[in-house]
Every structure is written in structure tokens, then in C-alpha cells.
């Protein structure tokens, strides 16, 4: 009976061994997003026009479940930070900048190594966006949100720092469906093409950071 026992402990915990990786990163996501930039162009960037992709900052976490040997799903939170600002002259100083979170159920084809893992994959899931807007002679500006849903294609490699610490990078593609931000039913309008600003984006990223392993 202890030798049954022994044995299935081990081969709980042999069941177990290395099937969750969790990492967490920083990096920079380049976004093309035509209606916020147009916008920003028309009426508030002067002599500093704003180029087709913008950079923001992206910090990322996941936590990712091995199936089998080569496949695992998880759970990915990003954020991206962005903002831009333009000192107006006599009329003042312009100011919009916004956050947007970005869950994502995952999953992935995993090729496993000697120290190393890559893994190719994609999902999809929620977008939440916060922006807040500072208008000329206005100092507290007006906060929008939006509610929205985005796709993303990832490869990611992670190379051994010493027992089950790795070494992350990630390279991504997504496409963000994240609407015309509202403030109680009012949304940003653009005057010179009579149209609702929408913050719909196409981006890529690289996010380099640390993954553990148990």
C-alpha cells in the first residue's frame, strides 16, 4: 500500500513538473491608428505632425498552462501608455494621452529544448481604453472610455538564466477593435471630416523580459 501511494505521488508531481510558465516584460508597441492621428493632425499637432505608427509603451504579464508537450494555453494582461502634448502659443496648451488594457486568452505551439523554448501562437479577448483630453485654457480636461475586443499573433522565445529562470523575448502583431471612447453618451468629434474619433489600431511590439518555470 506505501509503494502505491509513493507511486502515484510521484506521478502527481511528475504530472505537474514544469506545465506553468509565467513571465512579465516591458517594451515598445508601434500602432497605426488613422482616425486618432488624423485627428490630432487636423487640430491640435501644428508643425509637430504626428507620422502614420506612433510608439508607446507596453508592459505585459502571462501565466500560459501546458496541455502536452507542444501545446499550452494561458492568460495574457498588456498595457499600452500613450501621450501626446503641443504647446499652442497664445492658444494654449493641448494635452491627450491614454492607457489601454488589453486581456487575452492564448494559445500556443510549443517546441521545447535543452535550455531554450519557442513557442508560436495567437488569441483574442477584451479591450479596455481610458483617455483623458486637455483642451486649451481647460485644466482638468475630460475623461473617455471605451469598451472594445482585439486579436494578436505572438512568437515568443525564452532562453535559460540558470534552473527554471528564462530569459523572454516577444514579437507581436495585433489588431485592436477599441472603438469611439464616450463620456456619458459625448464622444470626440472631429470637425474637419464631421466624423466620431475611433481608436481602432493596427500594432507591433517587442517586449523583452523574465519567465519562471515550475
Not at 494635452?95 to 505551439?109: C, E, G, Q, W
Not at 481647460?138 to 505572438?154: H, I, P, Q
Amino acid at each position: 500500500m506505501k509503494k502505491l501511494v509513493m507511486f502515484l505521488f510521484l506521478a502527481a508531481f511528475g504530472a505537474t513538473a514544469a506545465q506553468v510558465d509565467v513571465s512579465a516584460g516591458m517594451g515598445l508597441n508601434y500602432f497605426a491608428a488613422p482616425s486618432f492621428t488624423d485627428y490630432i493632425n487636423a487640430n491640435f499637432a501644428g508643425a509637430s505632425q504626428l507620422s502614420t505608427f506612433q510608439s508607446s509603451v507596453e508592459f505585459l504579464g502571462e501565466a500560459d498552462y501546458t496541455l502536452k508537450k507542444n501545446y499550452q494555453v494561458g492568460l495574457e494582461y498588456a498595457m499600452n501608455i500613450y501621450s501626446f502634448n503641443n504647446n499652442l502659443g497664445g492658444l494654449g496648451y493641448y494635452d491627450i494621452s491614454y492607457n489601454l488594457h488589453k486581456p487575452t486568452v492564448v494559445a500556443y505551439y510549443v517546441i521545447p529544448g535543452e535550455g531554450y523554448k519557442f513557442k508560436f501562437g495567437g488569441g483574442a479577448g477584451v479591450r479596455i481604453l481610458s483617455l483623458n483630453e486637455k483642451l486649451p485654457n481647460y485644466t482638468n480636461g475630460e475623461d473617455y472610455s471605451s469598451v472594445g475586443f482585439g486579436v494578436v499573433l505572438k512568437a515568443s522565445g525564452m532562453t535559460t538564466l540558470g534552473g527554471n529562470l528564462y530569459a523572454l523575448i516577444d514579437v507581436e502583431l495585433r489588431y485592436d477593435f477599441n472603438g469611439e471612447p464616450s463620456d456619458g453618451g459625448k464622444k470626440i468629434f472631429d470637425n474637419t471630416i464631421q466624423s466620431n474619433v475611433n481608436l481602432n489600431s493596427l500594432s507591433t511590439g517587442l517586449v523583452l523580459g523574465v519567465a519562471y518555470s515550475f
